[in-house]
């Protein structure tokens, strides 16, 4: 039975913490939630954090905090985000890599996002990758857009696998920009997947959640849940916190009898066990 990485991504860059005070944004929050979200069935933790009045940070003192909290506390897989919020400067985002997680994310080519612009040039991402490699963290290839797929077979072809010789890809489908969160985007985004993709994610933003939450399953894939890309558990209804996202993925994958597998699986399968 093939089980499901269940990845949360409770916090992000964009939500006000003002409008959604369930956002988790100081360092107790994180671990609380951390913790929770293990325990409901998450394997990984995409982390952003925030500074003392909420705001997005990649603070390196705070960024090493985190990491260091979450490996002591939990058994969770800690990736950080290099992604950051859309007004963090290219250094900053490579930065991040000096925190050394066991992973970090790495989106490959700039999309618009709302009225911004999430930029990655490719110059970033070889920089990104190469640093990564050389800092033996594994990458997850954020895809927001189809054409992002032929800039991580660039990062591949030209520079060879990532560290631990397994590449994970995370499709983020409904950013304003990128591609909609939709069934049949998700299924044309998975078959324009290369064989080099050993496992693969997907996570609908905003009210695409379920269906491609449900999809994703039924296809083979893995999934990422979270309040950085989801705030309403139903219509109108705003979720409690991660927790009830997570359980209610973890509880679909043991219907569709993929239940969720734990954080030492998914290192086998991110190739961070050897
Ligand atoms: N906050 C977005 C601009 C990532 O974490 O790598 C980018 C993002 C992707 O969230
Ligand atoms: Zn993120």
Redesign the pocket.
């Known amino acids: 039975m093939d089980r499901t990485l269940i990845t949360v991504?409770p916090t992000?860059?964009e939500l006000d913490k003002a409008a959604w005070p369930q956002l988790p944004t100081t360092p107790e929050e994180l671990l609380a939630e951390a913790k929770a979200c293990e325990a409901a069935g998450a394997a990984m933790i995409?982390v952003?954090l925030r500074d003392d009045e909420h705001r997005p940070t990649l603070d390196l003192g705070r960024l090493r905090e985190a990491v260091a909290a979450l490996r002591e506390n939990t058994g969770l897989i800690v990736q950080l985000?290099t992604?950051?919020s859309v007004r963090d400067p290219l250094a900053a985002r490579l930065a991040v890599l000096d925190a050394v997680p066991e992973v970090c994310?790495l989106t490959c080519g700039t999309v618009n996002f709302g009225d911004d612009v999430f930029s990655n040039p490719w110059p970033f991402m070889a920089e990104l990758y190469h640093r990564a490699r050389t800092a033996r963290v594994v990458p997850e290839f954020?895809l927001f857009d189809l054409g992002q797929v032929a800039s991580m077979n660039r990062l591949l072809e030209e520079f060879g696998p990532p560290y631990g010789g397994r590449v994970h890809a995370d499709l983020v489908l409904g950013v304003p920009g990128g591609m909609p969160a939709t069934v049949p985007t998700l299924v044309a985004a998975v078959q324009a997947l290369p064989s080099a993709v050993t496992s693969w994610s997907a996570t609908g933003i905003g009210r695409g959640h379920l269906p491609v939450l449900a999809a994703s399953l039924a296809m083979g894939g893995h999934l990422r849940v979270g309040m950085?890309d989801n705030v309403f558990y139903a219509p109108r209804r705003p979720v409690t916190g991660n927790a009830e996202l997570v359980a209610r993925a973890a509880d679909l994958a043991e219907q569709l009898q993929r239940p969720a597998m734990g954080p030492a699986q998914a290192r086998e399968l991110l190739g961070l066990s050897g």
Do not use: L
């Open positions: 991504a992000g860059a995409h952003h985000s992604g950051g994310s954020e950085e």
